[in-house]
């Protein structure tokens, strides 16, 4: 009985499906308990065998459409990581040196600075923290003594009627207590001018720019340490020890800069920074300010720099040196 069950299964399974199922409930209805229980699972064996072979043709049609798209999604892929991704709108930058020394002298100065700008086609937007510290002791002396108290900050912003030429307001406040400088806040207006601005795979290659403006500022003195010249022409009880006041100064000046980068080899960039105020109110004075500076890059990030800056003021206050050279080695970082 069971042999002829699988028989008739067989026999069944060579016909559609429909008409297969037809005959064989119908047998399973005709025959006895044992017979039918074999036939329903010759059948219900048939139904899975039916399943997985449907099954394996949708699989198979799956993979064939997935090796005719894989082609194009691996160019579609290799197209977008050989295209460069367009620079941030933003940009942040920090420098800090530190400079030490111990033994028969003892000193200490930190200085840094931290600048963001924020780019459109339209405008560009900046601003800048900077500032400096120091103090040193000669052998035997019993105090420290402040060698720079220095900062400021200021904010630009630029609407750029061309890729070339753009128009600027300038607004910001520095200080120097060593210069007897305790405030100087100021304002500028004028125009820049980008002369060359070539760029390799979104890094700086070649920078010229130009500012042509024209500054007011208001210079408030204080005198906060006795000077060199004062203390051997007075007496030691007429010596100052006392911070006082000074005259305030008032400058507008016309204003000439040019802002200069270029990248001598792949990693290292060459930067200079050049400027002259003409003051054309009260006194004759005029500033000159230079920063030429050396950047070895170690990361993406960070790099090494070395600058040397001189600052010249033809009329400083009253016992300040003129010309001011600074030497310095920094860790800078560009996000």
Do not use: C
């Not at 403006?213 to 007429?238: C, H, N, Q, V």
């Amino acid at each position: 009985m069971w042999i002829g069950a699988v028989v008739v299964a067989v026999l069944f399974s060579q016909v559609p499906q429909e008409i297969s199922e037809a005959l064989l409930a119908q047998e399973a209805a005709q025959a006895p308990d044992a017979t039918a229980a074999a036939l329903q699972a010759a059948l219900a064996a048939q139904s899975a065998a039916e399943a997985a072979q449907k099954a394996a043709q949708a699989a198979q049609q799956a993979l064939e459409l997935m090796m005719q798209k894989l082609p194009g999604a691996l160019e579609a892929k290799e197209e977008e990581e050989a295209t460069p991704k367009p620079p941030s709108a933003w940009t942040t930058s920090a420098n800090l040196g530190l400079i030490f020394l111990a033994g028969n002298s003892s000193s200490i100065t930190l200085n840094g600075r931290v600048a963001v700008e924020y780019k459109t086609e339209q405008w560009i937007l900046g601003s800048r923290v900077y500032g400096a510290y120091g103090r040193a002791r000669l052998m035997g002396a019993d105090n420290f003594s402040d060698i720079a108290v220095q900062g400021g900050a200021d904010l630009r912003v630029d609407r750029r009627f061309h890729l070339m030429l753009s128009g600027y307001t300038l607004s910001g406040i520095d200080f120097d207590h060593i210069k007897s400088i305790e405030a100087r806040p100021f304002i500028e207006l004028g125009t820049g001018v980008i002369w060359i601005d070539d760029k390799v795979d979104n890094a700086q290659k070649t920078l010229l720019s130009t500012d042509f403006g024209l500054r007011y500022a208001y210079e408030s003195r204080f005198r906060y340490y006795p000077t060199d010249e004062e203390i051997p022409l007075l007496a030691p009880e007429d010596v100052p020890t006392e911070p006082r006041n000074l005259p305030d100064v008032q400058v507008v000046a016309p204003r000439a800069a040019v802002t200069f980068r270029y990248m001598l080899t792949d990693g290292v960039t060459f930067g200079e920074d050049f400027e002259v105020l003409l003051n054309v109110i009260e006194v004759k004075r005029f500033w000159v300010n230079s920063s030429t500076k050396i950047l070895v890059r170690l990361s993406n990030i960070f790099s090494v720099s070395t600058a040397l800056t001189f600052k010249y003021d033809s009329e400083p206050a009253e016992g300040a040196q003129k010309l001011d050279t600074t030497l310095s080695l920094g860790l800078d970082a560009v996000f």
